[in-house]
């Protein structure tokens, strides 16, 4: 069944999760400050370690934890700042496709409840905590950051020109990985492009998992995805994109400690992605959003690897 005016499918409607119903302390807020932290996903914080744990993974890596130690709360705080701003930046370019799907109709700027200039003054708010955050980092961190704009900026528009928009996420999400690499060496290193070549297939795989939510409204909206692409092969695909995901999180590891135990450190990691493609359910919105969300516990452990392999190296151990 399709509404008329919006094209929203309600058949589906029960299965998915609305990313602006406002929950717990937030539904209490005055509206306007609720609206606010609805439209920047400050009270949906899974985004912000998806973004963090790629930079925090590589500063571990480089062997960075214990002097540089600093930079983990520098990037924590970035991640959150930038993706409040990505969100809101891509809720002003994607307004009217918004209103078309389920899952987003509701979005402050969709509705209409916040206006575009009121949404851009925020951005350029969130936007400058980000570059205070860049104080911290040295000069090619810092040029490497800002180079990530241009990739941030055409990523709401991928979706229009072609079904591989994970993939340009992918870019943008896992460039703390080049950024922590460089924060520590000084310049770029195997390890620190390797890392980010793992970090690009990962989140092709989990945003494929989360784009799974919306296949019926993106198909009657015309919004491509990885998930409308791959049909009926969606969990090979995504499985594919988790093995190669932990082949280049294994070549970093190897060219930083070429030694086959040192790649058992990503061992949990593997595990954790086994039991998140046996489980999934292609056809249940509420359990690929269930298993997107676990790739934060997919990043923790990844770290746990990058920080034994970094640490080992800093004390020579063998």
């Known amino acids: ?179 922590g690499s460089v924060a520590i060496w000084d310049r770029f290193e195997w390890p620190g492009i390797f890392l980010y070549g793992g970090c690009i297939f990962w989140v092709i795989g989990f945003d494929t998992v989360y784009a799974i939510q919306d296949i019926e409204d993106d198909a009657l909206a015309g919004i491509k995805s990885s998930a409308r692409a791959l049909k009926s092969h969606l969990r090979l695909g995504v499985s594919l994109f988790f093995v190669l995901a932990v082949l280049g999180w294994g070549a970093a590891i190897w060219f930083t400690r070429p030694q086959p135990l040192a790649l058992l450190t990503l061992l949990p990691v593997v595990l954790h992605f086994i039991w998140q493609m046996t489980t999934l359910d292609v056809n249940d919105g509420q359990n690929a959003l269930m298993r997107f969300r676990s790739n934060r516990q997919i990043g923790f452990l990844l770290f746990l690897a990058c920080a034994t392999i970094g640490m080992a190296n800093n004390f020579s151990v063998y």
């Open 1 to 179: 069944m399709v509404e008329q005016g919006n094209s929203v499918s309600t058949e589906s409607d029960s299965r998915i999760v609305s990313d602006s119903e406002a929950k717990g302390i937030v539904k209490r807020l005055p509206p306007k400050l609720a609206a606010y932290i609805s439209l920047a996903r400050a009270d949906r914080p899974i985004g912000v370690w998806l973004l963090f744990w790629p930079g925090a993974a590589a500063v571990a890596l480089a062997g960075g934890l214990l002097s540089h130690w600093f930079l983990l709360p520098a990037f924590f705080i970035g991640a959150f700042v930038m993706r409040s701003a990505g969100c809101v930046y891509n809720d002003i370019v994607d307004r009217d496709l918004d209103k078309k799907v389920a899952r987003t109709r509701n979005r402050p700027l969709a509705s209409g409840f916040i206006s575009v200039k009121a949404a851009c003054l925020f951005i350029a708010f969130l936007c400058l905590i980000g570059l205070g955050c860049l104080t911290f980092f040295n000069p090619i961190a810092r040029f490497t950051a800002i180079a990530s704009l241009a990739l941030v900026a055409a990523y709401p528009f991928m979706k229009r020109i072609s079904w591989w928009p994970q993939a340009w996420l992918g870019l943008v999400f896992s460039w703390a990985a080049l950024v």
